[in-house]
């Protein structure tokens, strides 16, 4: 990390001990609390609900800080993950100092710091949603050489009271701007304090989503991330949720991450951009264009995506959003730039041109080089996933992809150039193979392919079963024809998966 980039940085801690955060030790820690008058400590995990919990430390000596940051502290197991026993449920939690961020909604000093479950051996909890992501990076790295990084697209709704000044037009909000997009401002404050916490971010806008029902306006907005090593992209996403939900209780707003709202209107998604690195150099594109790297990748994505819903899109109002025509994905296939397909290659900046140059002729320095920056896109997974989870199986995903013989040939065959939406293109949407149309299928699918998952014990069988066993109890099959035109019970079920992960 350059100097300059540490000077820039919008997480106090890091400018503070100019260091970067993966460089944070236990001394650096003590040295903050110290520093800005620290009076409590929270650990922050993610146990099998997929939700940020929280246990709280006064601080009351500098010894008691050194054997809290030395051995952690103990909880109870059986509250946190359904399998553990009542009997043998004491598990640990010990700190990950690279994630520590002064917590910004306390009025006492406050630091606050994730935390990895590990069992009475002292080894870690192999069914830990964290370190599942762990293992599934580690593997990938020690068998193709590559780092893989990854950034989500973390989409939601505002839901407040109706104001009536200057109205914008019902499906067209994507990108507004203050009048029309009325919660402008809570969204930029939550990207100032998701930062301040550690979060990467790359930009955020308002989305195509906004109505009136009633009193109520929902507006949809997005924030967007920048690559990051796969494991820092689900802690960042866990905390920007907890920063968005507690602005929301903050400001009297309701903050929704679920997949659909109402039917009709645009649903909410965590698309997910990734690459391949080895040696600092993206391994997604070069001068000719995609690589065989990605096209491997793509067709590994095609090839597990509907075991992959399994983690990606987990409750009953997945499948509201998983429909034609609402720009959201139903069939397997793969496209340049393309929102109609399930893997879209987005514009990655490869083209050799003058474009500020262009915009602005009285540049006379010479514009740098800026190479690295094609990723592809996973356009299925939705607010319900437990980030740690589908991007584990994300990275498992494109794993395969490298190691299958025949990937270049399925991503041939998966590409399409055409909308697939349109009715002109039946023909070749009827060849396509289709996502799981419910919670029941997608259970049936993992089912299925549950040993690429297991493999290497990346996900332990029992993590497996628990998911299925989830899934099935949605009793959702067919959901979709059932519930068509009944719009009070399609209410009844949103709201139920209103705040879902």
């Known amino acids: ?34 520093d800005f008058d620290i009076e409590m400590l929270n650990f922050r995990y993610v146990a099998e609900d997929g939700k940020l919990k929280s246990l709280n430390f006064v601080i009351t000596s500098k010894n008691h800080l050194e054997t809290i940051f030395a ?4 909880v109870d197991g059986s509250s946190l993950f359904s399998y553990v026993e009542a009997n043998t449920s004491d598990l640990y939690v010990i700190p990950r100092f690279k994630t520590a961020f002064l917590n910004p909604f306390t009025e ?5 710091i994730l935390c990895s479950f590990y069992n009475s051996d002292g080894l870690p909890l192999e069914s830990a949603p964290e370190y599942i992501l762990r293992k599934a990076n580690r593997e990938f790295q020690k068998a193709t050489g590559m780092k893989f990084k990854a950034l989500g697209e973390l989409e939601y709704y505002i ?31 939550a990207m100032r304090l998701i930062a301040q916490c550690g ?13 009136c029902k009633g009193e109520e306006y929902f507006e949809q907005n997005e924030i967007e991330f920048l690559p990051v090593d796969v494991e820092d992209t689900a802690d960042q996403m866990v905390i920007a949720k907890w920063v968005l939900r507690m602005l929301g209780y903050k400001y009297g707003v309701n903050i929704s991450f679920a997949p659909k709202i109402t039917v009709g209107k645009a649903g909410s998604g965590l698309h997910i951009h990734m690459l391949a690195e080895k040696d600092g150099v993206n391994q997604m594109a070069d001068d000719n264009g995609l690589t065989d790297t990605a096209k491997k990748i793509i067709a590994g994505l095609l090839d597990l995506a509907a075991p992959l819903t399994a983690f990606g899109n987990t409750i009953p109002t997945s499948y509201l959003r998983l ?4 720009e959201a994905p139903t069939n397997i296939c793969w496209g340049d730039r393309n929102r109609s397909v399930l893997v879209r290659v987005p514009l990655g900046w490869i083209a050799k041109t003058s474009m500020i140059k262009n915009a602005n002729p009285q540049e006379k320095d010479p514009v740098p080089y800026i190479p690295g920056k094609q990723t592809v896109e996973l356009r299925s997974p939705d607010g319900s996933a437990n980030v740690y989870s589908l991007l584990a199986g994300i990275v498992i995903a494109a794993q395969h992809g490298l190691e299958m013989p025949n990937s270049l040939e399925i991503a041939k065959k998966l590409y399409v150039d055409v909308n697939i939406f349109k009715d002109e293109n039946k023909g070749r949407v009827e060849k396509l193979a289709k996502l799981p149309a419910s919670c029941w299928e997608s259970a049936d ?4 392919n549950r040993a690429y998952f297991e493999k290497k014990g990346i996900f332990p ?11 099935k109890n949605h009793d959702d099959k067919n959901l979709s024809e059932k519930l068509y035109g009944k719009d009070e019970q399609i209410r009844e079920l949103v709201d139920k998966f209103m705040h879902c992960m």
């Open 1 to 34: 990390m350059k100097e300059s980039e540490i000077l820039l940085s919008p997480n106090p801690l890091v400018r503070h001990l100019n260091k970067p955060t993966w460089e944070f030790t236990r001394t650096d820690i003590i040295k903050i609390v110290e």
């Open 71 to 74: 051995t952690g502290e103990r």
């Open 108 to 112: 006492v000093p406050t630091l606050d």
């Open 159 to 189: 839901i407040g009271e109706k104001d009536d000044l200057f109205p914008a037009v019902d499906q067209k909000g994507y990108h507004a701007s203050l009048p029309y997009a009325k919660f402008e401002d809570l969204r930029t404050e």
């Open 199 to 211: 979060g990467i971010i790359k930009y955020g806008h308002s989305e195509v989503g906004n109505f």
């Open 323 to 326: 429909v034609p025509h609402q």
């Open 445 to 448: 699918c993992l089912q299925a």
């Open 461 to 471: 069988a029992g993590t497996i079963d628990l998911i299925i066993s989830q899934l």
